[in-house]
């Protein structure tokens, strides 16, 4: 090879170096140049949502701190499931049928956070509106009924695997911290293992559905903000109202607004978060932060009530109970 052709090929094999190098160092890329967020991924966690009060406005814990908690964690999970089986010597409320123990729940660790709510920065959820709190009461008096549940409207949505709605769907609880998302040039796909949830959300920019529509996951709209997917949702049906003081259910109007953002910091982590806004449930909008990691898959098919005739067991004992005063 003569000695111009030489320096030609080199210089071509720079140039192509250099092209080659921004995609090399951005590798979180789809075919078609948006941020990629495909895979499945868990939110597991024992970061509480709410901060506990003696935390005040500290929004973090030191690394050592966080290693000792879940150190502490682990304990007390290694003693719940080496205990041994204890006989009540008395019987259980007469509204207790049980729960759970630690066996059966997928705990997690806990973020550097001291909650998961991360606005209003004392880091817990806004006070209910007047309306939301009598809501709360009324359930928590139909709940603690012993005729309770007397009508097969009584228990809630969750409760009859129909759907946790939003954001609870995208939230931790107890079990099945799992989720998938798919992705084309015009839909993202967000699949959530807890009763098999899944929001098919374009991108294309159209409008919400006429307002007479109503969803029990809402309407969502999604849209590319730099690196960060935005998607907004509303249309919600306000019949997904749940009043629970944990990571799992709450409560929502039709009124409601919730903005997600996901964000891909690093090939194992999803930053994720959303603000909910319902002035006719909460007094301020709130925010939460979520981080996700990578979950080796697959994700398998979820069951709740299929094949489970509780329901039915529970009106024919409410039947009974009229029939017998």
Known sequence: ???????AASMMFGLLAGLA????AQPHVTPWGDP???????NATTTPLQRPAELALRESFTEEERAELDAQRALTEQRACATELVVLQTAPPPTSTGSYNSFWLEQGTRTLQ?????DPPHGRLPELTPWAQRQADDLVAVRNSLSYPATWEEPSVFERCITRGL???????????NYQILQTPDYVVI????????RVIPLDGRQ????????????????????????????????????????????ASREMRVVERFRRVDGDTL?????????????????????MTTLDGPIIEYACHEGNYSMENMLRGARNKERSR
């Open 1 to 7: 090879m003569g000695r111009g052709r030489i320096v």
């Open 271 to 291: 930053d994720y978060r959303f603000t909910v806004t319902d002035p006719r449930t909460f007094a301020a909008p709130w925010t939460a932060a979520i981080p």
């Open 191 to 198: 699949y959530a293992e807890m009763i098999h949830d899944a």
């Open 167 to 177: 954001p609870a769907s995208m939230m931790p609880g107890f079990y099945n911290h």
């Open 21 to 24: 190098a921004p995609a090399a």
């Open 114 to 118: 001291t909650s998961l709510i991360v």
């Open 208 to 251: 919400h559905v006429d307002a007479s529509i109503r969803q029990w996951m809402g309407d969502s709209r999604g849209r590319w903000e730099g690196d960060t997917l935005v998607v907004e949702t509303a249309n919600f049906t306000g019949k997904v109202y749940e009043r629970r003081v944990s990571n799992t259910v709450f409560g």
């Open 36 to 42: 990629d967020l495909q895979g499945a991924w868990t």
